[in-house]
């Protein structure tokens, strides 16, 4: 499960999702977004599917991988189920168990719930593996410039989101190699009730935790040994330019969520 992560990691492809400017895609994740918490009808999500199907299909991702990034989040998605199912009155009574009772809205609601949180991890997952980690921080560092007048260092705070998105991928492979060597030596991290799972897992933080002030202190040494000041006369090799198709890319998105919204 720990491998199946994809968001902060990057596939490169020669394709047009991949060309596509980053400011272009991070600011069409967030209208996309907004257009998902307004739908309030199955045939918006499935708009919303079609069209994240096609966008892996233009970036040439593989679905396979692309899906497998849902499976960490198969627990939450239930368990919201589960309490919307449960502790939402109003509709129909559907059944009684007990001291639960299950009502028609609860059901609909925890549907919704559980495809939107699917369809925005999916569409989320593309940004970072369709954006390299460098134009991931200049999109990032370009379109909080304007808060820098009011005191907002955006620089600073671009830097340290493009990293800690970027090290998501990286502590799930090094929690992946501390489980396999553990189980090596013994471990037991799947028999048991919940709870002694949970205990399990202590043995596992500790290290990994170790490892990643490790790794984040070896960033730090590198960085300052190549001079890093922050963005304060900073240049770049490759600067970033808007192109005919960053515009017609974001008019068609402007277009897809609008429609999404009268729907």
């Not at 499976?71 to 009574?93: M, Q, V």
């Not at 559980?114 to 980690?133: E, K, M, Y």
């Not at 490759?238 to 729907?263: C, E, M, P, S, W």
């Amino acid at each position: 499960m720990l491998k199946s992560v994809t968001i902060g990691q990057y596939i490169y492809r020669d394709s047009l999702i991949h060309r596509l400017d980053a400011r272009i895609k991070i600011l069409a994740t967030l209208i996309v977004m907004i257009g998902l918490f307004m739908v309030d009808r199955f045939i918006g999500f499935g708009l919303v599917a079609v069209f994240v199907g096609t966008l892996i299909s233009l970036a040439k991702l593989p679905y396979k991988r692309v899906l497998r990034g849902l499976k960490p989040i198969i627990f939450i998605a239930i368990f919201t189920f589960i309490l919307h199912l449960f502790f939402t009155p109003g509709g129909e009574l559907l059944f009684k168990i007990g001291f639960l009772t299950v009502y028609e809205d609860g059901l609909v609601t925890g549907l919704f719930m559980v495809v939107r949180i699917l369809l925005l991890i999916l569409f989320t997952s593309l940004l970072t593996l369709t954006t390299s980690p460098i134009e991931l921080t200049d999109a990032i560092e370009y379109l909080l410039k304007p808060f820098q007048k009011v005191g907002v260092p955006a620089h600073e705070l671009a830097m340290m989101m493009t990293i800690a998105l970027r090290f998501i991928p990286t502590l799930m492979e090094e929690a992946d190699k501390i489980m396999k060597a553990q189980q090596a030596r013994g471990a037991d991290f799947e028999s048991g009730s919940l709870l002694r799972k949970a205990k399990s897992l202590i043995p596992l933080l500790i290290p990994l935790f170790i490892s990643a002030f490790r790794r984040a202190d070896d960033l730090a040494l590198a960085m300052e040994a190549r001079c890093y000041r922050g963005g304060e006369n900073r240049t770049r090799m490759n600067q970033l330019k808007y192109r005919v198709h960053d515009f017609i890319a974001f008019g068609l998105i402007i277009i897809f969520t609008v429609t999404l919204i009268i729907l």
